[in-house]
């Protein structure tokens, strides 16, 4: 807890004379509560929302991360392209932004070539929120892991990713991405 002491010493050098006691020691106190509960001073955490509602979402978007990953490891091209929004935008800090042909394209290249690539979420990095009146945001953190002709599996990269899904009626289709931060090993 971080407590701003000049605002008390500049209290105690009033004198009492020029206040009463009483109304000291309420200012003393008042002063003492704010800083504790400034907004500042707290830790951003997701909050513990265990509702129905979302746990549901939660439980939702990460089957669809899964049905979308597993389309990925196992070079299913159309069922991405069932899962991609047509006006995606892909946001990537090595490979600059994409759009869905362009990344219906290098995915067909990357599934036609001999290295194969699977893709691991992070255990325990996924969070979901909702967007009122579009759908959801998934955010975690992924590696990727490349397995070369003749050779063994060996991790490539690990990265933080932000994924936008839009509902419409009872479908979900990834609208944005932003794949960030990556690691490269």
């Not at 899904?165 to 932003?178: A, E, G, H, P």
Request: aromatic share 10%.
């Amino acid at each position: 807890m971080i407590v701003d002491l000049n605002l008390y010493y500049d209290l105690i050098k009033i004198s009492m004379k020029d206040i009463n006691p009483t109304l000291f020691l309420v200012l003393a106190i008042s002063l003492l509560i704010s800083s504790c509960s400034n907004p500042k001073n707290k830790v951003d955490k997701q909050p513990n929302d265990h509702s129905t509602e979302s746990t549901a979402l939660h439980d939702t978007i990460a089957h669809l991360d899964s049905v979308l990953f597993e389309a990925f490891n196992t070079r299913n091209l159309d069922k991405i392209k069932e899962l991609f929004s047509e006006d995606l935008e892909f946001y990537h800090d090595l490979g600059g932004v994409t759009n869905y042909q362009q990344n219906i394209e290098n995915f067909k290249k990357s599934f036609d070539s001999e290295r194969k690539v699977r893709r691991e979420l992070v255990a325990g990095s996924l969070e979901v929120y909702p967007i009122h009146n579009y759908g959801a945001v998934e955010i975690g953190s992924h590696r990727f892991y490349g397995t070369e002709k003749g050779q063994k599996e060996k991790l490539g990269s690990e990265a933080k990713f932000v994924q936008v899904w839009q509902r419409i009626d009872s479908m979900w289709k990834v609208t944005r991405v932003i794949s960030y931060a990556h690691d490269e090993y």
